[in-house]
Each structure stands twice: as structure tokens, then as C-alpha cells.
């Protein structure tokens, strides 16, 4: 079964950038359509961004509409999350999974993975 690791989360000030990183592996992630997820201190896992099998198209939620980027490579069994203009609000433990739906994140079906800590300092 395919298996997710994430990572690149870190403690930033507000206003840098992080990449975040999904790699798979137990399995090849080119058919399935991805969603990232966050869960922030005492809230519920929420959507906020999905992209397709060949990365052609790409969703965000309007919380990170503008400042965060979606990308895959296939071949290297990874998809990232660019985020830029990071704000207090973003800070939150970063998921990734394969989705039935990358505009809308639902029917995650992979085992979540252990979450990459992103924290954002004002």
C-alpha cells in the first residue's frame, strides 16, 4: 500500500516562503489525484488545495488562494506545497493525501501520514 511522508515544515516569521513536501512510496501516486490538509491548533482537518494526476489543474481555498502553489512530479513520486507570504494563520500540521476530487478534497483513501509542523511567528 502506498505510504505518505511529509515534510519541510518549520518555524518561519511571517511573510517568508516554505516548501512542503509528499513523498510516496509502496506505490506509484501518477493516477491519483492529490489534496493538501492542514489541522490547526484545535480545529478540525480542513481542505486547501488539490491537484490533479498531471498537475494541469490545481484548487485552493480561498484562505490560501494567491499564496500557495500546488506542484507534482510523477517521477519522483512527490507532490509539494509551495507557500509564500506565510501568515500567523497558516500555522497548522500539513497533510497530504490522494483525494477522489482535487476541488473539493474528498474521499481521502490513502493512511494519512504523520503531517509536516508548519508554525508562522508575527
Known amino acids: 500500500q502506498v505510504q505518505l511522508v511529509e515534510s519541510g515544515g518549520r518555524l518561519v516569521q511571517a511573510g517568508e516562503s516554505l516548501r512542503l513536501s509528499c513523498a510516496a512510496s509502496?506505490?506509484?501516486?501518477?493516477?491519483?489525484?492529490f489534496g493538501w490538509f492542514r489541522q490547526g491548533p484545535g480545529k478540525e482537518r480542513e481542505f486547501v488545495a488539490g491537484i490533479e494526476r498531471t498537475g494541469g489543474w490545481t484548487y485552493y481555498a480561498d484562505s490560501v488562494q494567491g499564496r500557495f502553489t500546488a506542484s507534482r512530479d510523477n517521477a519522483k513520486n512527490t507532490v509539494y506545497l509551495q507557500m509564500n507570504r506565510l501568515k500567523p494563520e497558516d500555522t497548522a500540521v500539513y497533510y497530504c493525501?490522494?483525494?477522489?476530487?482535487?476541488?473539493?478534497?474528498?474521499?481521502?483513501?490513502?493512511?494519512w501520514g504523520q503531517g509536516t509542523q508548519v508554525t508562522v511567528s508575527s
Open positions: 509502496g506505490g506509484s501516486i501518477s493516477s491519483y489525484t
Open positions: 493525501n490522494a483525494v477522489s476530487n482535487y476541488a473539493t478534497g474528498s474521499g481521502p483513501f490513502l493512511p
